[in-house]
């Protein structure tokens, strides 16, 4: 069973930056898919931020620019670096994962952009 530890998340002003981390373990494979996704209240979750292991990033079209994705397949850990943050990136933010076993998701960090 892969276990994933989410960290990073808080508060800070719009315009301000966040760093999210995501360690996984327990994983008997290697993993492919890596990255974050988000849920805001009321809405359903989305793509932030998901790489393949060699490394080809997607990013969604509201945080081009503004945030960076990081990968080290060796400690299979991912970090999002957040700048220039805005209150709609106010929500929950979920590591995800895959191996050839299965999907897998973190708890989640609550990530608010406030005044």
């Known amino acids: 069973q892969v276990h994933l530890v989410e960290s990073g998340g808080g508060l800070v002003q719009p315009g301000g930056s966040l760093r999210l981390s995501c360690a996984a373990s327990?994983?008997?494979?290697?993993?492919?898919?890596m990255g974050w996704y988000r849920q805001a209240p009321g809405k359903q979750r989305e793509l932030v931020a998901l790489?393949?292991?060699?490394?080809?990033?997607t990013y969604a079209e509201s945080v081009k620019g503004r945030f960076t994705f990081s990968r080290d397949n060796a400690r299979n850990t991912v970090h999002l670096q957040m700048d220039g943050l805005k209150a709609e990136d106010t929500a929950v933010y979920y590591c995800?994962?895959?191996?050839?076993?299965?999907?897998?998701w973190g708890q989640g960090t609550q990530v608010t952009v406030s005044a």
């Open positions: 790489s393949n292991r060699g490394g080809s990033v």
């Open positions: 995800r994962v895959t191996d050839i076993r299965g999907d897998y």
């Open positions: 327990g994983s008997s494979y290697s993993i492919n898919l």
